[in-house]
């Protein structure tokens, strides 16, 4: 069975099959309504979202099936101390396809170990955001009609950032792709990114401190919102918070056919005057995140038992109940998940569940 946990969790081949399949889709809609009729979706939502939740859900009733969940978990058997496993077991009895949105790094991954029916990561913590990848190749592709080639600059909160560690290691796999990380020195991309995605797989990167310098050679602007939930100090968020922000004048240095993303919400890192000039794809962005929604539903249904499209084969895991997980947001940390690690290529044990390092 195939969930979808990390966005390589896709081969290039399954990844370039449901983007295609998204662009038939906004083609030809009318084929696709019913292709999901009796089938129910879950949103477990413990976390906020506007876009994600209600972009599955708008999928699910595009494709003709029924949705159930929650978008508090509070209102749950969660609050009596339901485990997220528990949960999912339990919601795989009513649903055929599941969402989850997360706090907790490696939630998805915890609970796909014991669900009967796809997990789809919907977002946990800081690590990973698959979907919204899914996302952001789909607009990269029509905004500028390739993916290969490109050069995209990340703009903003690259540490905390799991739409920017997701969309590294799925471009990994396309052709001539230059990276470039704009970020202050609290911010920048986390070392097992850098490392074990751009160094591992070629990819030219280099990290820079203004935007200026750097705006005439972009294809793609990636601009991100400096995460304040996810900072333990609140005067370190305050020291970055207004670090770059994107203004008509920025725009001025830009190629006229560079394409301006970012997953949402925004809060004051692009001014509302960017929102009216033709590279500013955002809000289109957010439309085709239902699109690749309804064809990653679609082919999730497909290729449920079907032994060609499993989960890829992972790392050997090596179980050590001495170690733990550094990041204290770890599922492993939190609930009963074992303490479960995988060398890395630079033969550093790091946890099964967020790729944190070891204590
Ligand atoms: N882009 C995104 O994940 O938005 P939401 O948090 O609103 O779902």
Same mark, same amino acid.
């Given at each position: 069975m195939k969930h979808l &946990?990390?966005?390589? /969790?896709?081969?290039k081949q399954e990844t370039d099959e449901i983007i295609t399949l998204a662009q038939d889709i906004i083609a030809h809609r009318e084929r696709y309504q #019913?292709?999901?009729?009796h089938r129910k979706l879950a949103t477990l939502f413990y976390e906020p979202s506007t876009r994600t939740r209600l972009s599955f859900t708008a999928a699910m009733m595009e494709l003709g099936g029924n949705v159930l969940g929650f978008?508090?978990?509070?209102?749950?058997?969660v609050s009596k101390g339901e485990t997220v496993q528990d949960t999912v077991r339990v919601v795989g009895c009513f649903a055929d396809v599941i969402a989850m949105r997360h706090y907790i790094e490696g939630a998805q991954l915890y609970a796909s170990e014991v669900s009967r029916v796809p997990i789809i990561n919907a977002g946990d913590g800081s690590h990973s955001h698959p979907t919204q990848t899914l996302t952001d190749l789909l607009t990269i592709q029509r905004e500028l009609?390739? &993916?290969?080639g490109i050069t995209i600059g990340f703009c903003g909160d690259?540490? =905390? #950032?799991r739409t920017v560690h997701s969309l590294i290691k799925a471009l990994s %796999?396309?052709?001539d792709i230059k990276v470039i990380l704009i970020a202050p020195q609290e911010l920048k991309l986390p070392d097992y990114i850098k490392r074990d995605v751009c160094e591992r797989t070629g990819i030219p990167y280099r990290e820079v401190e203004t935007m200026e310098e750097v705006m005439p050679e972009l294809d793609v602007l990636y601009m991100t919102r400096v995460q304040?939930? %996810? =900072?333990? /100090?609140e005067d370190e968020f305050d020291r970055v918070k207004d670090s770059f922000v994107l203004d008509s004048a920025r725009m001025a240095?830009?190629?006229?056919?560079m394409a301006v993303l970012h997953?949402?919400?925004?809060?004051?890192? &692009?001014?509302?005057?960017? /929102?009216?000039?033709?590279?500013?794809a955002y809000f289109r962005q957010v439309e085709n995140g239902k699109f690749v929604r309804e064809a990653l539903i679609v082919k999730l249904h497909e290729w449920k038992? /079907?032994?060609?499209? #499993?989960?890829p084969n992972h790392d050997t895991p090596v179980f050590d109940d001495t170690l733990r997980c550094?990041?204290?947001?770890?599922i492993c940390n939190n609930e009963r998940a074992p303490h479960k690690f995988r060398r890395g290529e630079d033969d550093v044990l790091r946890c099964w569940y967020c790729d944190s390092k070891v204590k």
């Open positions: &946990i990390d966005p390589m /969790d896709l081969s #019913g292709s999901m009729s978008s508090d978990a509070k209102n749950t058997s009609g390739h &993916i290969d690259l540490r =905390f #950032g %796999r396309y052709k304040k939930e %996810r =900072f333990l /100090d240095l830009a190629k006229e056919k997953p949402l919400p925004r809060v004051n890192e &692009i001014l509302t005057e960017v /929102d009216d000039d033709p590279r500013a038992n /079907d032994p060609e499209h #499993g989960m550094a990041n204290s947001k770890c």
